[in-house]
């Protein structure tokens, strides 16, 4: 079986092409989901981000987002030191994931593939680009955030064009229909490379 990789920058519509694939009868591991879903369940999980952050990392047994994003805004280190807690429960529960999967491929959905290196344990890459103009729009209208925060997470990820210089798939995601076809057209390139 194979593994796609599928990245792109804050809003530029993982989750919709995602989606579109699944539409398609192809299993999405979408891994920020299931790093949130861990982080409230796993105790090792939250023992350790216990240590990091202190006692208010979790409020009620859930995960004090915005007490975390704030240390974390105001000193990187903490980022790469919960990244070191989280991503390897997540790889762990991916590997079993896939070995439950029947399709001929499975997508995995990484905001940070690249910056990762996760992209090493894909078969293939697609990248989802639009305007950055565009991008902030959405996310500022998805979520409850300011441009100021959403600036400086763009800051964190690589740039569209160093990820699209090392995927092998580019969608670019301004147009519904437009971002349909590209997804089909993938799928069946995807399909034909395995037969």
């Not at 579109?20 to 949130?36: R, T």
């Not at 991503?87 to 491929?105: D, M, N, R």
Request: aromatic letters at 8%; one cysteine or more.
């Amino acid at each position: 079986m194979k593994i796609v990789g599928l990245t792109g920058g804050i809003g530029s519509g993982k989750t919709t092409v995602a989606k579109q694939f699944m539409g398609l009868g192809i299993p999405v591991y979408i891994a920020d989901e299931e790093a949130k879903k861990l982080m409230a369940t796993s105790k090792i999980i939250q023992r350790k981000l216990i240590q990091l952050f202190g006692n208010e990392a979790y409020m009620n047994n859930q995960l004090n987002k915005p007490y975390i994003a704030n240390i974390i805004f105001n000193d990187k280190t903490y980022l790469q030191k919960m990244n070191a807690i989280v991503h390897p429960k997540v790889a762990q529960h991916f590997k079993k994931w896939v070995l439950k999967q029947t399709s001929p491929y499975i997508i995995k959905e990484v905001a940070i593939l690249f910056e990762n290196g996760g992209h090493q344990q894909c078969d293939y890459v697609i990248t989802v680009t639009a305007p950055l103009k565009l991008r902030m729009e959405r996310v500022l209208k998805r979520d409850n955030t300011t441009k100021e925060n959403v600036e400086a997470i763009v800051k964190n990820q690589w740039t569209d064009a160093e990820k699209v210089k090392r995927s092998h798939f580019v969608i670019t995601n301004t147009d519904l229909e437009s971002t349909k076809n590209q997804v089909v057209k993938i799928h069946n390139q995807i399909l034909k490379s395995l037969a």
